[in-house]
């Protein structure tokens, strides 16, 4: 092989039989070898040959010299890496001064500085060896390997640090510096300690830590520096040998590859003969071994019906396969017809859905048009409140079979000729109903409807007369004793329970409110502004406090400008009792228990129900507004006021108002329901006048203007003429004579900019600010044209 060929004479000397051989012949003979006689002799070589050897390494020897001396003065050109800075001139000073610095810097001595405790620990002893170890090379580049492959600590910082606290603080407390200090060497140490306490001991701020830690951890490193320094023995052990064997082998070698070479520089000579025998020897006997190896391994010879099974078991296999390709194509083709026919049935349910939003957009669109639409995105697409319980259902159908007890009368709401505002008599007849708890069902509807399904002479006249709505009553025991509870004259029937009065409980709501049709009289249409309130009143609480709480609130109710414009009881199951949004409803609704749902309205009537209820709390409303409903008639906790507030948002209040009072439609198939009943009516709004004539003061001309704008409804036109003040509005059903003073009287004071001292809380049912109100009736009378025709 071609290369720079060993030297014979390192070869030859440590050979036994090359005494004598590879010694130069001195001054004279530079690059020349001698040999003795008897050298030539045994060797068989010629000198000429051995000269040769000789020039070619010396030749080389010359040749790396060189190298190395230009490798030196192209490191001698280049600029050091970190220049020193330039020397300071040294400052002029006298002789005297020159030769004590002289003399001084001639006797200073560096002396090596360590900071290790003079306490005589074994612990300090230690780390002072650690500094001072020899053997301990950490900063020789060379080991950084093997450290690395140990895993091995080798930062004496720690080893410092502990045994200066440990003679420091031997009980395991320090001072905060000594600590600080410790810590800033070696951050590590406080998580090595579990975070050590601070304390005070009088003024000083001391550090206290575990000093049983502190000596574990310190007796782990000192056992991983002497694991290190073992470790590190046996690596420089290991390499000694190494190095060791590997000079003998390559001598060992050497011996071998000795007269290989020709007397052509490193071409080899011909091989051994003795030793090409042993190769080929060797080969054969490698030959022969792998072939029994062969033969014992080969298989025996199949017979025909052997391969005619194993061909079978392949086109078995093929089969099975390709049977395995279909079937895994036929399931993929069918997952994929699956997620087509997936994927169209998405589509359609997704047609579908549009269609039926679509159809019930029309719907909802078809419903405002209406004057009062009783509608809500999500509750009127909920579960349907039921009027009748199952009991009540039961017992109706057994008095169409003229087996029950029941009974249903009429309860006339208003009176004829445009008198829409119930009488005294009738609030009290309903607060004894619902107070002794003698209905099972109730609904204020419209007298035409009830005069459809009750063929009676009686209500019938009533109908011709003018009156608007009534009360249908289904008593819960005998007629008797429902007539004897009421004072007489003022229900009408009993009636016979006839399908198609009993139907009028099963039969769905109307999804807007009925409308009074003025008959007779051709004016342009005009708008009011009233608001519709909800409020759900416990039949429970009802029948504790009595019906006179019930009448007093239709009274104080009337005497704002309010009226009722829908009533009926409801039974909610517990689907329904989930639906309302609103506290207002949650709070008396509970699934299985009548509740009574009463539709307020009027101008403004969201705040002046709020105001006339009082604060929710009855215990809270005693306090702050005596006068209120829930401090006169409430229980003793929030559960027993009389009604909750409604909501401040005008849009949910009217969404309590289609829970309470409108249908339902079905979000597959919207359609309107189907002959409904109208639970909510409404008077055709009208246009009046009021003349206020009489001097007016100015101190009555607040409270006057107040009252007028909060309960007048829409107003007109508001002028003066002749020392009088007329005023032209519109409102539901106009204004009769009998509400012109609780028009004029002065707004709630909570809505008038609040209360002046705590004794002039009062609330809209009270005295209204009875002076200011008695002046203004006392210097002001009126007097009102209804229905007035522009």
Request: proline share 6%.
């Amino acid at each position: 092989s071609a290369g720079p060929a060993p030297d014979r004479r390192l070869a030859d000397a440590s050979s036994p039989s090359g005494k004598g051989k590879g010694k130069a012949a001195g001054k004279g003979g530079k690059g020349k070898t001698v040999y003795n006689e008897g050298d030539k002799a045994d060797s068989g070589e010629s000198n000429s040959e051995e000269d040769s050897c000789d020039e070619d390494f010396e030749a080389m020897r010359r040749a790396a010299k060189a190298s190395s001396q230009e490798t030196a003065e192209e490191l001698a050109k280049r600029p050091a890496a970190f220049a020193p800075p330039p020397r300071r001139p040294p400052p002029q000073s006298s002789t005297v001064e020159a030769a004590a610095k002289a003399k001084a810097a001639a006797k200073a001595q560096f002396v090596r500085l360590a900071l290790v405790e003079s306490s005589g620990s074994e612990d300090a002893q230690e780390v002072a060896a650690v500094e001072e170890d020899p053997s301990d090379t950490s900063s020789d580049p060379s080991d950084e390997e093997s450290n690395m492959q140990f895993g091995i600590r080798r930062d004496p910082v720690p080893m410092q640090v502990m045994s200066r606290l440990l003679s420091k603080a031997p009980e395991g407390d320090c001072k905060w510096d000594v600590w600080l200090d410790a810590a800033r060497k070696w951050p590590q140490l406080k998580v090595r300690l579990n975070d050590p306490e601070f304390y005070r001991r009088g003024q000083e701020l001391r550090v206290r830590f575990s000093v049983d830690l502190l000596k574990s951890t310190f007796e782990e490193h000192k056992k991983e520096r002497a694991e290190l320094r073992q470790k590190r023995q046996d690596v420089r052990e290991k390499l000694k040998q190494g190095v060791n064997e590997f000079v003998l082998e390559a001598e060992r070698r050497r011996a071998m590859m000795t007269g290989r070479f020709g007397g052509n520089g490193f071409v080899l000579a011909p091989r051994n003969p003795q030793l090409e025998e042993t190769l080929r020897q060797q080969r054969q006997e490698r030959q022969s071994t792998e072939t029994e190896i062969e033969t014992k391994t080969e298989l025996p010879k199949e017979t025909s019906t052997e391969v005619e099974s194993r061909k079978a078991e392949k086109a078995a296999a093929i089969a099975a396969a390709a049977a395995r390709k279909s079937e895994r194509e036929e399931k993929a083709k069918a997952e994929k017809e699956a997620e087509k026919q997936k994927q169209e049935e998405e589509e359609l349910k997704a047609k579908e859905a549009k269609r039926r939003r679509a159809r019930l957009a029309d719907v909802f669109a078809e419903i405002r048009k209406h004057r009062e639409p009783l509608i809500d995105s999500n509750i009127s697409i909920g579960v349907d409140l039921p009027s009748l319980s199952a009991s009540s259902k039961a017992a109706l159908a057994e008095a169409q079979g003229g087996a029950g007890t029941c009974s249903i009368f009429v309860l006339p709401w208003g009176g004829p000729a445009g008198a829409h505002k119930p009488s005294p008599e009738q609030r009290q007849a309903l607060g004894l109903v619902l107070g002794l708890g003698l209905a099972q069902a109730m609904m204020k509807l419209p007298v035409s409807q009830i005069g459809n399904a009750c063929s009676d002479t009686a209500l019938a006249e009533l109908s011709k007369a003018g009156l608007f709505s009534a009360l249908l009553i289904v008593s819960s025991g005998s007629a008797s004793a429902f007539q004897a509870a009421l004072p007489s004259g003022i229900v009408l029937g009993p009636f016979a329970v006839t399908s198609s009065l009993a139907d009028i409980f099963c039969r769905p709501l109307a999804m807007w409110a009925f409308e009074e049709e003025l008959t007779g009289r051709k004016s342009e249409k005009v708008e009011s502004v009233e608001e519709t309130v909800c409020t759900a009143l416990s039949l429970k609480q009802l029948t504790e406090v009595g019906g006179e709480a019930l009448s007093t609130m239709l009274s104080e109710l009337e005497a704002e400008g309010l009226s009722i414009a829908g009533l009926r009881l409801a039974v909610p199951n517990f689907a329904a009792a989930q639906a309302p949004t609103s506290a207002a409803q949650k709070y008396p609704v509970r699934a299985g228990e009548a509740v009574l749902l009463l539709a307020i309205r009027g101008p403004q009537a969201l705040g002046i129900w709020r105001t006339m209820l009082g604060p929710a709390d009855p215990q809270l409303a005693r306090q702050t507004d005596p006068s209120s409903l829930n401090a006169r008639f409430g229980g003793h906790s929030r559960n027993q006021a009389l009604a909750q507030a409604p909501p401040s948002s005008v849009a949910r209040a009217i969404a309590d108002v289609a829970w309470a009072f409108g249908g339902r439609l079905d979000p597959d198939e919207a359609e309107l329901p189907r002959d409904p009943v109208h639970s909510l009516q409404l008077l055709a709004p009208r246009i009046y006048a009021l003349e206020i004539c009489g001097s007016l003061a100015l101190s009555s001309a607040g409270p006057v203007l107040g009252g007028l704008f909060l309960r007048a409804g829409r107003i007109l036109s508001l002028q003066g003429a002749k020392q009088k003040l007329i005023v032209t509005a519109v409102r539901d059903g106009g204004l009769d004579a009998t509400g012109c003073s609780s028009l004029l009287s002065a707004p709630p004071a909570d809505l008038n900019g609040g209360f002046t001292s705590a004794s002039s809380i009062t609330s809209p049912t009270a005295a209204r600010l009875a002076a200011s109100a008695a002046e203004v009736l006392a210097v002001a009378p009126c007097a009102v044209q209804t229905n007035l025709a522009l």
